[in-house]
Each structure stands twice: as C-alpha cells, then as structure tokens.
Nanobody, 126 residues
Framework: QVQLAESGGGSVQAGGSLRLSCAASGLSFNKKFMGWFRQAPGKEREGVASISAGGSSTLYADSVLGRFTISRDNAKNTVYLQMANLKAEDTAIYYC???????????????????WGQGTQVTVSS
C-alpha cells in the first residue's frame, strides 16, 4: 500500500521560510517522479514543483520560481520542498504526489500523478 505522508506545514509571517517533507512507503521511490501541489480555498489544485526520479531534473511553477526548491533523498524515501520568501498567496494545503513517468508531457499536471498524500497546511500571514 502506497503511503505519502507530508509534514512541516505551519503558520509563518510573510518573508519567512518553511521546509516541507514527504515520506514515502510502499512504492519504488527511486523510480518515481515526485511533485508538490497546493490548493487554496476556492481554487483549483496547482502544481508547484516536480523532480525526476534521480533528482537531476526539476521544474517549478512561475509563481514560486526562485523562492521554492524541491529536492529528494532516495536513501530516505523522502522528498522536500524548501520554501523561502513566503507570501500570503502561498497559503494553501500542500500535497506531495508520485508519478511513474513525466517525460513527454506537462510535469505539473495533477492527473499525471497516481498517488497522493493527505496534505499539510501552510498559512502565511502578511
């Protein structure tokens, strides 16, 4: 059974930083693309960042480029999202997700991911 468990969310003031973690089990983690998505109240789920199975390739949404960094530790079956210079508009529930393959199509399209975590809340106050 695949399990993705996010942690590290919380409340922070604008300009602050947070690091999210997603611990994976029940899957061949080192063969999976991993992504972070977010969903704010009343809005659709948005792709934030994605990373290839080996970690050599990453992709970011324009809204977070230069502020967020995705990384992974395949020895620990964990993917991270380091978030800096947070803004009020970053407030959302953040989800991690796993995909078998992303090459040849959009990396931040939610329907391409097969497994999802339960999410962790990030609240940024201005």
């Amino acid at each position: 059974q695949v399990q993705l468990a996010e942690s590290g969310g919380g409340s922070v003031q604008a300009g602050g930083s947070l690091r999210l973690s997603c611990a994976a089990s029940g899957l061949s983690f080192n063969k999976k693309f991993m992504g972070w998505f977010r969903q704010a109240p009343g809005k659709e789920r948005e792709g934030v960042a994605s990373i290839s199975a080996g970690g050599s390739s990453t992709l970011y949404a324009d809204s977070v480029l230069g502020r967020f960094t995705i990384s992974r530790d395949n020895a620990k079956n964990t993917v991270y999202l380091q978030m800096a210079n947070l803004k009020a508009e970053d407030t959302a529930i953040y989800y991690c997700a796993a995909a078998a393959e992303l090459y040849g199509g959009p990396w931040l399209e939610a329907r391409r991911y097969s497994d999802w975590g339960q999410g962790t809340q990030v609240t940024v106050s201005s």
